[in-house]
């Protein structure tokens, strides 16, 4: 039902600044929470950040926290992931997904993805 597609990758070098987005249509955006993750060639897909579903309640991986941001818009059905500090290890694929989780870390969790964005980190 809340079907996301990510926006916002690109190329940046160490230090700077992305903001990705998440959109998805539907009246009922509001009525899930969010969440990013990512993923690098030969790893895992990793838990980024969640929120809620009305952007009162967020929580951020710790090796992002102090650099990265999310935020949500439901009046536009978009959640933002801002990233500033970037380092070459961000590099990955980046993955926005919506549902009920029980977990909020874990893929596993979540109902709906995107097709994902690339962002690459130059040293």
């Known amino acids: 039902q809340v079907q996301p597609v990510e926006s916002g990758g690109g190329s940046v070098q160490a230090g700077g600044s992305l903001r990705l987005s998440c959109t998805a249509s539907g009246r009922t955006f509001s009525n899930y929470p969010m969440a990013w993750f990512r993923q690098a060639p030969g790893k895992d897909r990793v838990f980024v950040g969640f929120i809620n579903e009305n952007g009162g309640s967020a929580y951020l991986a710790d090796f992002v926290k102090g650099r990265f941001t999310i935020s949500r818009d439901n009046a536009k059905n978009t959640v933002y992931l801002q990233m500033n500090s970037l380092k070459p290890e961000d590099t990955a694929v980046y993955y926005c997904?919506?549902?009920?989780?029980?977990?909020?870390?874990?893929?596993?969790?979540?109902?709906?993805w995107g097709q994902g964005t690339q962002v690459t980190v130059s040293s």
């Open positions: 997904a919506s549902g009920t989780p029980k977990a909020i870390a874990k893929p596993l969790e979540y109902n709906y």
